[in-house]
């Protein structure tokens, strides 16, 4: 067995590539991993097999002797902010993100919060390889009466205590939230009430189908949601994945704000916040570097790592900073957790609003404007790497290259980068440039490029 830990967890097709057997064996080599009679916190969210998925799962950590409690339906930051303050020695959510209605995904968390590292990872991976599960007496399976309550209340709070209620309260913003028809829908519009929001809300409804949008918050998907926004005149609009740890912004004009954009906003509000924090963010090498120029005028730093937010949470952990963030509206307030946090995000957003006191598309007019289009091509083959080096010799001379992660290509006023997902067997190719129409010529010529490439491969 190769690796089944992609960028962010294990993922596949639900009952095909995720069936219960598979699922059972994760939960017995998790189980194993962790010290027996560890308490694990598992959860779900909206998708099709999540039942079957976590009660495999949880099958599997009994069978080997831990405590499980079940938090049912939960956003992954609830679940992951459950694990590190109420004494869990880990957990299991069962997720497929952002990732369309077939998948699904397991996310092993450690005690901290965070997603285990690559290096426990790997630990995992050799227990499930070599079957080496601990084997324990029919006295160790034990069921406990441990019912973890309030999980989402507390979250709530814990999320409120970090931002001024009076402030944001007395400007009665008027919001628009899009939960993907997922988890999201059970914490951000209570967020939004308790910060005096007047708030709307559209796929609030749990559906495993996701019928009304696709659970990734991309602006192709979230293009109705935008109408909408505009339609309601929102001073905000806020749009989550399947497991509300992303949230990505449409402002009062009605753009879908990239992640990156509003990472660099939060920062900065960060480190107007908490000016003693040393002034250093991270983001992933997807993320626009024109961004830099923003940040760089209130003196904060980027480090540039390789996309996925687990690496970008556990650099922060070692290293301390202000925040991380991504492109894909993953943004990590490390005082709250070291984990990406939807509704967390959301309410720094509208803190940072009624500072500001102006409209949020003047808020994101602070920034560099460019012209955003990302999009992908199916990648199966695995050659990869002869794409990149294609691209950088028809593409690279002259200009700033960058392969920390598949190839970037720097130029005073456009930029892109081609890189294998880690979740989806896809290539992703983001362009940024000046204008809509150099984006544009640029993203087809990239994609004509690839495709020529790959016929003579
Ligand atoms: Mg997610």
Known sequence: ?????????????????????????????????????????????ARAGGDMLIKSVEGGLLSVGLRVSDA??????????????????????????????????IKVIDDNGAEISREKELIVENILSTNKFREVNWDSVISEVNIESNIISKYIEKILSFVDIEKIRKKKFNVLIDSANSVGSLST?????????????????????????????????????????????ADISVAHD???DRA?????????ITGDRSGALLSYWLSVKNPITRKLVYTGVSSSPFIQEFLSKHNIKIEWLKVGSVGISHKLMKDGGL?????????????????????????????????????????????????????SVEMHDSNVERIYEKIEEIYGSGKEVIKIDGIKIVDKDYWFIVRKSGTEPILRIFVEAKTEEKAKSLQEGIIKQIQLIRKYL
């Open 189 to 233: 519009p209570l967020i939004a009430e308790r910060l005096g929001c007047k708030v709307h809300t559209i796929n609030s409804n749990l559906n495993p189908f996701f019928s009304a949008r696709m659970p990734e918050p991309s602006a192709v998907n979230l293009k109705e949601t935008a109408a909408i926004s505009k339609i309601l005149n």
């Open 323 to 375: 925040a991380g963030f991504e492109e894909n509206g993953g943004f990590i307030f490390p005082e709250h957790q070291y984990v990406r946090d939807g509704g967390m995000s959301f309410a720094l957003m509208l803190e940072l609003m009624a500072n500001e006191d102006i409209p949020s598309t003047k808020l994101f007019d602070k920034l560099p404007k460019y012209y955003t289009l990302k999009g």
């Open 248 to 256: 990505v912004f449409i402002d009062s004009a009605g753009n879908v």
């Open 1 to 45: 067995m190769g690796k089944i830990f992609g960028t962010n967890g294990i993922r596949g097709i639900i009952n095909k590539d995720l069936t219960p057997e598979f699922a059972l064996k994760i939960g017995k080599a998790v189980g194993t991993f962790f010290p027996e009679k560890s308490k694990i916190l598992i959860g779900k969210d």
């Open 242 to 244: 399947g497991d509300a």
């Open 72 to 105: 049912g339906f939960v956003p992954t930051p609830a679940l992951q902010f459950t694990i590190k303050n109420s004494g869990y020695n880990g957990g299991i959510m069962v997720t497929g993100s952002h990732n369309p209605p077939e998948y699904s995904g």
